[in-house]
């Protein structure tokens, strides 16, 4: 059974820093593509960083330079390291997996919440 279980969510004021983590169950990372995803109120979920299988990252435009992307396969884990925070970054955010071989499948966790305010 999959499961991908968030955390390191909280609130944070602008300009300061929180690392989520999201360690994978059930998936190998040789054979999945990650990514992290965010939905703030009202808004649809949008991409905010993807690290395919063989490593290559992307990140959306609005947190080039200030987000990183990274994994350790030791533990299963994969990290957002955000940095320079800002009040439009609030959102709640969800850990992604994308098998890349059949059976093709995609996979979410449960989100944890990021709120940037003073």
């Known amino acids: 059974q999959v499961q991908l279980v968030e955390s390191g969510g909280g609130l944070v004021q602008p300009g300061k820093s929180l690392r989520l983590s999201c360690v994978a169950s059930?998936?190998?990372?040789?054979?999945?593509?990650l990514g992290w995803y965010r939905q703030a109120p009202g808004k649809q979920r949008e991409v905010v960083a993807t690290?395919?299988?063989?490593?290559?990252?992307n990140y959306a435009d609005s947190v080039k330079g200030r987000f990183a992307i990274s994994r350790d396969s030791a533990k299963n884990t994969v990290y957002l390291q955000m940095n320079s925070l800002k009040p439009e970054d609030t959102a709640v955010y969800f850990c992604?997996?994308?098998?890349?071989?059949?059976?093709?499948?995609?996979?979410w966790g449960q989100g944890t919440q990021v709120t940037v305010s003073h």
């Open positions: 992604n997996a994308n098998r890349i071989i059949d059976p093709l499948q995609t996979y």
């Open positions: 059930g998936i190998s990372f040789t054979t999945n593509d």
């Open positions: 690290i395919t299988a063989f490593g290559t990252t």
